[in-house]
Each structure stands twice: as C-alpha cells, then as structure tokens.
C-alpha cells in the first residue's frame, strides 16, 4: 500500500525530464510511460497505455479528487479515447509528460486546453491518502480542486466531458457559470431544454455515462452486447453485428425491457440452410407443423415463419394460431366440424380409414394418413343431398378393393383362392 502522497512526491523529482515518446524509464517518459513507472516503484502495478489504464480503479469526479489519482483526456480529436493521462497532485494540478518537445511539468486542470479535452478521474487500488489514515484504515480526505465550470458542472450533477458534447448545455453551462446560478435555478434551465424533453431518464444517465466515465459505459456495452447475443440464440434470431450493437444500445440508453427486445428479435427470426429454426423460434415451428398435422391443414414454410416471427414478437400465442388451424379445419372437414371444435383431431377422426387402406393394401400404418387421396375423399364425401356425407367403413373396403393395386396384394390372392375353392366345392369337385 503506497499513499497518494508518496507517488506525487516520487512523480515531481522527473520534473524537467524530457519528454520521449513510448519512454518508460528515467532516461525519458511519455504519459502513461511516466505513470506506469512511478505507481510501479510504489509496488503498485497499471497497464502500459492510458487506453488502458483508464479502465483501472473506480471513476473519480473531478471535485472528488486527491492526490495519487490519476487525470484523463482525449487530446487528439482524430482518435476517440484517452490519449493522455497524468498524475493528480491536489489543488487543481496534475504532473504529467505533455508531448514530444516539451518535459514532465505541473499543469492545472483549469487550464482551457485541458478542460476542454477532459475524460475523467480515476482511482487506483492500493493508494491511500496519507500514510496516518492508510494506517488507521479510515476515510480518505478529498481535496476538491477549483476547476470553475467544471466544479459547477459537477455540482449541478452532470460532467464538464457531457456538458461539452451537447451545444445545448453547453450554451446554459456558460451562462450559470457567468451569471453564477443557483443549483435549482440551472436544474430548471436545463429541464426545458430539447435535450432534456426528447430523452427518457434512462437515455440521459447512458448519455452522461459515455462522457463522464467512458471506462464503465464501455463495459456496460460489453455487456449489453452479450447479454443482446445470448437473447437472440434463445429466441432463435440471426443477428448482425450491426444489429447485435443496435440493440445493445437499445437496451442500455432506453432501457429496453423484456417485450421490447423480443419485439425486436422476433424481425430477425428466419430459417438456416436446413429449413429449421433455433431456440424459441425452432420450439415454436416444431409445434406449428404438428399441430397442422394433427388438423389435416396443409402449412407453408412461409405460414410457419410469419407465425414463428410473431410468437416471438408476443403478437400472437400458439392456443391462438392452434385454434386457427382448428377453425380451418373444421371448414375443410366439415362432416366432422363439431368433433373437431370440440377438440378431436383429424387424423384421429380419419384413423379407422387408415386401418382399412393400410390394411387392405398391406402397407405400413405410418405410411397412410388423412392427407392420403383416398381417406381424404372418403371423410370429405358429399351425399347426393348435396350435404357432408362420409363414406361407411363397409363401402371405404369395396372402393379400395376396386383399384388395381389391391388385386396385386396377398389380401386379393387369398380371397381369390377361397372364392376358387367355394366354387369348386359348390360343383361337387372339392370337399
């Protein structure tokens, strides 16, 4: 455990230290090169770069800060990020290594150039304030510098970094800062402001998440993203990465909650290479042909997609797309309609016709079926009433007895025999 104090004091003895780009020793330093030696020769270890040394520790505001913090900014506008990073000294300063041509020195943080580019503060485990109260393990003292609009920004509950982003705020920072307003009367500019008006609760804190603390929005995104990803496998949703990144932010500026991302998924829900469908999708396509099975009711690949999309969506359930497909079939069977609403199945209803076809023309029973030709114009016969009037078991044999195909079954041989040999005996030719 190193204090706050201690790495200040071993930072100031590089002051005037020529700057060296990628230097990491006392020969020469760059930014985080200078950070990343002196918190390591005080035992404590950070990353190399200030891409990654910003994501070490907890986020700091800028009127929380103390000394041994570390101080973040994105200086080069060609690349989003933090490009450079010093170490926090305490009164509003910081020592760092500036650039090529220039030495380690004492900058102030509310210096134009770097409140402009401010990114944030953080706090690295292992420092603590002062040697007395790292002992005693008690509450650090903090030490707010005076940074002007970035303090008043601060103490009106948004960061200097989001202030800067919106031309808006911006426009009512710099007027609270001239006019020196109350908290209350700057809450109450900025309530009626457009920004304000057109983002949800949920849409202002991401936003001011992004600019305050870029390290915990990046990984609140992170994620969003996974948690966006595994969604979309158990709904069965085939998401770009475009898409995946859609409605991760979706879901962390708005707030989406569980209807609203199944909303979204149920769009992407489409069939693989194999005509099949995973996760709820799949589960629910499974049910869907079955059903249609069980109904007599022919479905599309088509059919099932648009009914699987909107399951998903909760546009519909499947006891409605179930009863659908009953209502279509008791309009397709309509001698049995009543039985059918009441919630028998057609092919259990077609069963004793399948029995007789399959057993006359010695097939399989899992080969015949109600969509058969035969048991289809069977159970869907018209009377010479015009009236629904299925065929009776008995004369279902003989029409299936009239076609050629059972006169080649050993149903037909033996019949033939028996009737030969009927005959014969009648004739007095055989006993």
């Not at 979706?250 to 569980?258: F, I, P, S, Y």
């Amino acid at each position: 455990m190193a204090t706050g104090e201690q790495i200040v004091e071993l930072a100031r003895t590089y002051l005037g230290l020529a700057y060296v780009w990628g230097g990491e020793t006392p020969s020469g330093f760059d930014c985080s090169g200078l950070v990343e030696y002196v918190f390591g020769k005080n035992g404590i270890e950070v990353p190399r770069v200030s891409y990654d040394q910003i994501n070490v520790g907890q986020s700091v505001q800028p009127n929380k800060l103390r000394a041994g913090d570390l101080v973040f900014f994105d200086t080069d506008k060609k690349k989003s990020g933090p490009d450079h990073v010093g170490i926090y000294i305490g009164g509003g300063k910081f020592i760092h290594a500036p650039k090529t041509g220039d030495v380690v020195k004492i900058s102030s943080l509310s210096e134009g150039y770097y409140m402009d580019r401010w990114m944030g503060g953080r706090r690295v485990p292992g420092v603590s304030t002062s040697a007395t109260s790292a002992a005693l393990d008690g509450p650090a003292e903090e030490v707010a510098p005076h940074l002007d609009a970035t303090e008043l920004a601060e103490t009106y509950g948004m960061s200097y970094a989001f202030f800067k982003s919106q031309p808006e705020l911006w426009k009512k920072l710099n007027s609270a800062v001239e006019g020196q307003w109350s908290p209350a009367k700057f809450q109450a500019e900025v309530k009626n402001t457009k920004w304000w008006k057109t983002n949800s609760s949920t849409a202002r804190q991401a936003q001011l998440l992004e600019k305050s603390d870029p390290a915990t929005y990046k990984a609140t995104m992170e994620g969003a993203r996974a948690q966006a990803q595994a969604m979309a496998v158990q709904a069965g949703a085939i998401l770009s990465a475009k898409n995946v990144e859609k409605l991760a932010k979706n879901m962390v500026t708005l707030g989406w909650e569980q209807a609203q991302v199944q909303n979204f998924l149920g769009q992407y829900i489409k069939f693989g290479a194999d005509k099949t469908m995973g996760g709820i999708a799949g589960q629910a396509a499974k049910e869907i042909r079955k059903q249609a099975y069980d109904m007599g009711v022919s479905v599309t690949d088509q059919s099932i997609l648009n009914n699987a999309q909107y399951l998903v969506r909760g546009l519909t359930t499947m006891e409605k797309v179930t009863g659908s497909m009953r209502a279509q079939a008791a309009g397709l069977y309509p001698a049995f309609a009543d039985q059918i609403k009441a919630g028998a199945s057609v092919q259990d209803l077609a069963s004793p016709y399948v029995q007789v076809l399959a057993g006359e023309l010695g097939l399989p029973a899992t080969d015949v079926d109600a969509f058969s030709p035969k048991i289809k114009a069977a159970i869907n016969r018209v009377g010479p009433d015009g009236k629904p009037s299925p065929l009776s078991l008995t004369d279902f044999v003989q029409q299936v007895r009239s076609d050629p195909a059972w006169r080649k079954t050993p149903t037909a041989g033996n019949q033939a025999l028996t009737i030969g040999r009927q005959v014969l005996a009648d004739m007095g030719l055989a006993s």
